[in-house]
């Protein structure tokens, strides 16, 4: 599976949008960007994925450029509780294992 | 209940002992999977399970770790003679099939003494 690289750590204003940018240059063509988060002291929770064309669902929206080289995943409204740690995570379409980095820690401030 | 549980949530044994950590996936999800978490660092692969057998068990450190899953269903992850460095939280998650995105569990926090 290709590697990830994103920031260590991010803050983003209570209300404002977060984007968080993630660098996956060496994804291949059958592979996918997965997004997770986790919040301190639970498991990790499935966010949003797509392969090429942007998507949206009740949680964020993952904007994949043109070369899919990058995404950012968007949280339109932050609140206090989507401070977590999220992981961007690319892997293949029959690969049934996620390998995590270290992910974006994302601190929503009031 | 509806998500993924993990018993205990909190298991502190002696170095040495023998500890077996319990999940119970959402019904009818076929795949489960088991990761280990580290301070600080994200979740490892450890073992993939589609139905009652090991499809993929590369991820386990060393032959002191072991998972079943003999039903189907309820998933052991069995350690042995443990070790200081087996502390971690060690996750379950499940999926309805290897495509889809996991539910995971809230973990069980193993620590060795």
């Known amino acids: 599976d290709a590697k990830t690289t994103q920031p260590p750590s991010m803050d983003c204003a209570e209300g404002r949008a977060a984007n968080l940018p993630c660098n996956h240059s060496?994804?291949?063509?059958?592979?996918?960007v997965y997004w997770y988060r986790q919040i301190h002291s639970q498991g990790p929770q499935y966010i949003i994925h797509g392969l090429k064309n942007n998507e949206t669902n009740e949680m964020a929206s993952l904007i994949i450029t043109e070369d899919r080289k990058s995404s950012t995943l968007i949280l339109p409204h932050a609140t206090l509780r989507d401070t977590a740690v999220y992981y961007c995570i690319v892997s293949g379409a029959g690969s049934y294992q996620l390998t995590f980095g270290k992910g974006t820690k994302l601190s929503v401030i009031p | 209940g509806a998500g993924v549980s993990q018993t205990p949530s909190n298991k502190v044994t002696e170095k040495g002992k023998y500890v077996e950590l319990r999940c119970d996936p959402i019904s009818g999800h076929t795949a489960l999977y088991w990761y280990r978490q580290s301070l600080g660092q994200g979740p490892e692969f450890l073992i993939y399970f589609q139905g009652t057998g090991a499809a993929d068990d590369s991820g386990l450190p060393n032959d002191r770790f072991f998972a079943v899953r003999p039903e189907g269903s309820v998933s052991t992850l069995k350690i042995q003679r443990t070790e200081r460095g087996d502390s971690a939280v060690y996750l379950c998650?499940?999926?309805?099939?290897?495509?889809?995105?996991?539910?995971f569990g809230s973990g069980t926090r193993l620590t060795v003494v």
């Open positions: 998650a499940s999926s309805p099939d290897r495509f889809y995105g996991y539910t």
């Open positions: 060496t994804i291949s063509g059958n592979e996918y």
